[in-house]
């Protein structure tokens, strides 16, 4: 394994399922370890040193079927996030431009039309794309996860995503300064919340920026 250079891998879950419901990734805030980071450390203790590329992975949406047509940007953001915060900065998404389909699962991000999957993805490059992974935070409720991520500029506000494992609950965001933070959904919708007011989380992706070093 030293003598590779980079290590290829197809990280698709069952059933379209997601990457927390498949335990591929958990965040370092749980005891828990996923199979992917299960895999890491075997090729790290068996000397490989190289980066680990996910080749091809992809979530389905089907126009006909609501839960998933809007679904597929969830899952999809999620798992680029849970990539990243175990060092997996490269993956290639199937199948991004066309209605490719296969058994009737409909996989691409923009077909005729822009798909919520695709909008949700362009999102995220706008939020974060340019940010490094710094560290999974605290939320104090079960089944939620908040990822920090550091200023895309010297100086500028850091920004925690932050969802549930799909389902309906509401937390309360602090800031050791006081103020208030920005709120960009999934989709690019902004608000304004005030620290300790009401966030309410569900599948989908929010993007909390923050003065740095206050989350």
Same mark, same amino acid.
């Given at each position: 394994?030293? *003598?590779?250079?980079?290590?290829?891998?197809?990280?698709? @879950? =069952? &059933?379209?399922?997601?990457?927390?419901?498949?335990?591929?990734?958990?965040?370092?805030?749980?005891?828990?370890?996923?199979?992917?980071?299960?895999?890491?450390?075997? !090729?790290? #203790?068996?000397?490989?040193?190289? $980066? /680990?590329?996910?080749?091809? #992975?992809? %979530?389905?949406?089907?126009?006909?079927? $609501?839960?998933? &047509?809007?679904?597929?940007?969830?899952?999809?953001?999620?798992?680029?996030?849970?990539?990243?915060?175990?060092?997996?900065?490269?993956? +290639?998404? &199937?199948?991004? /431009? =066309?209605?490719? #389909? %296969?058994?009737?699962?409909?996989?691409?991000? !923009? =077909?005729? @039309?822009?798909?919520?999957?695709?909008?949700?993805?362009?999102?995220?490059?706008?939020?974060?794309?340019?940010?490094? &992974?710094?560290?999974?935070?605290?939320?104090?409720?079960?089944?939620? *996860?908040?990822?920090?991520?550091?200023?895309?500029?010297?100086?500028?506000?850091?920004?925690?995503?932050?969802? +549930?494992?799909? *389902?309906?609950?509401?937390?309360? $965001?602090? !800031? +050791?300064?006081?103020?208030?933070? @920005?709120?960009?959904?999934?989709?690019?919708?902004?608000?304004?919340?005030?620290?300790?007011?009401?966030?309410?989380?569900?599948?989908?992706?929010?993007?909390? #920026?923050? $003065?740095?070093?206050?989350?």
């Amino acid at each position: 394994l030293k *003598y590779l250079d980079v290590v290829a891998i197809h990280s698709y @879950t =069952g &059933f379209n399922r997601s990457f927390e419901e498949q335990g591929l990734i958990e965040p370092s805030t749980t005891t828990q370890v996923g199979q992917l980071q299960t895999l890491k450390s075997y !090729l790290t #203790s068996s000397g490989y040193t190289g $980066p /680990i590329f996910d080749t091809e #992975s992809g %979530v389905w949406g089907n126009p006909g079927t $609501p839960y998933n &047509f809007y679904n597929q940007g969830d899952m999809l953001v999620r798992k680029m996030i849970l990539e990243q915060s175990i060092g997996l900065n490269w993956l +290639s998404n &199937f199948y991004n /431009i =066309g209605d490719f #389909s %296969v058994g009737g699962q409909y996989w691409g991000l !923009l =077909g005729s @039309t822009l798909k919520p999957g695709g909008l949700a993805a362009l999102n995220y490059e706008a939020n974060i794309g340019g940010r490094t &992974f710094q560290s999974w935070l605290t939320t104090g409720t079960p089944h939620t *996860y908040a990822a920090l991520y550091g200023p895309a500029t010297p100086g500028g506000n850091d920004v925690v995503s932050i969802w +549930s494992d799909d *389902y309906n609950v509401n937390v309360v $965001p602090t !800031l +050791s300064g006081g103020g208030a933070m @920005t709120v960009t959904s999934e989709y690019g919708a902004t608000s304004s919340l005030a620290s300790g007011g009401v966030l309410g989380l569900t599948g989908q992706v929010q993007y909390v #920026s923050v $003065p740095a070093g206050q989350a």
